[in-house]
């Protein structure tokens, strides 16, 4: 008798069977990451330091401003990179 997990497990891969990755789409995925790691790095030292300034000369508004940007800019890069990670994934199921 299987378990409720089994029959999920079992549901799940029929709707979305596991793709197995090869070792190319596993050296373009880690290459997408690792430059999108370094351009967050770049933007997220850029911006501190802005940042760090807006704070100690007093400006909360531009605070609050340079904060929403690094944020927003960071999850832009997280988007990018997901969707570049995903049109890897596609192109070796064709």
Do not use: W
């Not at 497990?9 to 370094?38: F, G, N, W």
């Amino acid at each position: 008798m299987k378990s409720a997990y089994e029959l999920a497990m079992e549901r799940l891969e029929k709707s979305a069977p596991t793709v197995k990755l090869t070792d190319e789409q596993k050296a373009q995925i880690a290459e997408i990451d690792s430059t999108y790691k370094a351009r967050i790095a770049e933007k997220e030292l850029f911006l501190q330091d802005k940042i760090r300034e807006a704070g100690l000369t007093g400006t909360f508004q531009e605070f609050e401003q340079l904060q929403a940007q690094l944020a927003a800019e960071i999850r832009r890069l997280h988007e990018d990179c997901e969707e570049k990670k995903a049109k890897v994934r596609a192109s070796f199921q064709n």
